[in-house]
């Protein structure tokens, strides 16, 4: 069966620190992977998908950037984070356009 | 664009008894999937339900079902015989044929003993 790991789950940083969260999956090959934000009592808002090795789509202009350096890692970072990243985010994953998504537990970031 | 309307910002029912969420949404596309997924406090959005908007048919899964409604765009859940454990943020969500899901902004389900 599939799993998918996101770390860290809790993430407490400065303003202007760089960030790196990491979302993997198992069980699975070429899958599609996704990041989401989350803001308080919102929905979510897709920030980045890929659907291969090198290839990321941006949907919102950020201050994110996403990496896909494995077939089934997919990485979000930033250079030197901002309040407004504050934030609940979600990784995904699903086979195809536009199958079931389905998502890791999460990493609550909170910018200070 | 494509929109997710969920009216109902927060729902009540009585445990054992049967609640219906509303879900509106906006499409050009003729192929598309609709989810309803379920987030508990955890915060992990869990699937509840799906349906293709070719299928004619209702999608059901235990006690959930949805009220597929293709000319309205209305997509409802019915949660019957409700437990203590429904009791989350449910959101409705509009898969098509660019990767990205759309969703609606989510209606909180208390549960009542």
């Known amino acids: 069966s599939q799993t998918i790991h996101q770390w860290p789950a809790t993430l407490v940083q400065p303003v202007g620190s760089p960030l790196s969260l990491e979302c993997t999956v198992e069980?699975?090959?070429?899958?599609?992977l996704y990041w989401y934000r989350q803001a308080a009592g919102r929905g979510l808002q897709l920030l980045f998908y890929?659907?291969?090795?090198?290839?990321i789509s941006s949907e919102v202009p950020q201050n994110l950037s996403a990496s896909r350096p494995q077939d089934r890692q997919f990485i979000l970072s930033s250079k030197k984070l901002l309040l407004s990243d504050s934030g609940f985010y979600l990784c995904?994953?699903?086979?195809?356009?536009?199958?079931?998504?389905?998502f890791g537990p999460g990493t609550r970031l909170l910018v200070l | 664009a494509q929109t997710v309307t969920q009216s109902q910002p927060e729902m009540s029912v009585q445990e054992a008894e049967t609640v219906t969420l509303s879900c509106t949404y906006d499409t050009s596309e003729s192929d598309y999937y609709l989810f309803w997924y379920k987030q508990p406090p955890s915060r992990q959005m869990i699937l509840v339900i799906r349906q293709e908007a070719y299928k004619q048919q209702n999608a059901t899964e235990n006690r959930f079902s949805v009220n597929f409604q293709k000319a309205a765009k209305s997509f409802s859940l019915k949660i019957s015989d409700s437990q203590l454990g429904d009791a989350a943020m449910y959101f409705c969500a509009l898969g098509g044929s660019q990767g990205n899901l759309i969703f609606g902004k989510g209606t909180k389900l208390s549960v009542k003993p």
């Open positions: 069980g699975t090959s070429n899958p599609n």
């Open positions: 995904a994953w699903s086979m195809a356009f536009p199958e079931t998504q389905y």
């Open positions: 890929s659907v291969g090795i090198g290839q």
